[in-house]
T-cell receptor, first 113, second 115 residues
Framework: GNSVTQMEGPVTLSEEAFLTINCTYT??????LFWYVQYPGEGLQLLLK?????DKGSNKGFEATYRKETTSFHLEKGSVQVSDSAVYFC????????????FGKGTTLSVSS | DAGITQSPRHKVTETGTPVTLRCHQT?????MYWYRQDPGHGLRLIHY???????DKGEVSDGYSVSRSKTEDFLLTLESATSSQTSVYFC??????????????FGQGTRLTVV
């Protein structure tokens, strides 16, 4: 079946530190991959996405590369800010039309100044 | 922001009572989803819809039913609420794009407490 595994949190960093949140997936075929972010008290917002192998999604300084050989989609940012504190979700959408996103359990990031 | 409104935003209800949550969209998107968010579980799909009157079950559908009589509205009903259904519920929408779908856009969530 389809599933997403992401690193357990919480992740606690100082401002300007380097961030990596690991995400691996299991899927039949070649899914689309996503990172969503949830700020306190809010819904989920799309952070970035990649639809095929070797694609790199990027937004707001965050990046993730679709690695088919390692079935991974790790999220990285070179220098985090306090405002990046949130919960980050890795998700996949299988290739079949009409199917919903399948989410990992989420990783809480806390950045201190 | 995508035009998705969930109502109510907060609700406290008693065990055994029926509860209906509403998701309203102004984007005319074909696909609508209900998820629940719980600590340690991330988001799990309850039900989804791929058109008016077309719905299907998700991973955690037991105890829930849905209806979609209009494109813009997707209702989630807990027929007899239990404490295990205390959660934050999110509605999401997406649309066909090329041979796939757009990303999903989420509502602000409904926090439901069953006492």
């Amino acid at each position: 079946g389809n599933s997403v595994t992401q690193m357990e949190g919480p992740v606690t960093l100082s401002e300007e530190a380097f961030l990596t949140i690991n995400c691996t997936y299991t899927a039949t075929g070649y899914p689309s991959l996503f990172w969503y972010v949830q700020y306190p008290g809010e819904g989920l917002q799309l952070l970035l996405k990649a639809t095929k192998a070797d694609d790199k999604g990027s937004n707001k300084g965050f990046e993730a590369t679709y690695r088919k050989e390692t079935t991974s989609f790790h999220l990285e940012k070179g220098s985090v800010q306090v405002s990046d504190s949130a919960v980050y979700f890795c998700a996949l959408r299988p290739r079949q039309a009409g199917t919903a996103l399948i989410f990992g359990k989420g990783t809480t990031l806390s950045v201190s100044s | 922001d995508a035009g998705i409104t969930q109502s109510p935003r907060h609700k406290v209800t008693e065990t055994g009572t029926p509860v209906t949550l509403r998701c309203h969209q102004t984007e005319n998107h074909r696909y609508m989803y209900w998820y629940r968010q719980d600590p340690g579980h991330g988001l799990r799909l309850i039900h989804y819809s791929y058109g008016v009157k077309d719905t299907d079950k998700g991973e955690v559908s037991d105890g829930y039913s849905v209806s979609r009589s209009k494109t813009e509205d997707f209702l989630l009903t807990l027929e007899s609420a239990t404490s295990s259904q205390t959660s934050v519920y999110f509605c999401a929408i997406s649309e066909s794009k090329g041979q796939g779908l757009t990303e999903a856009f989420f509502g602000q969530g409904t926090r439901l407490t069953v006492v």
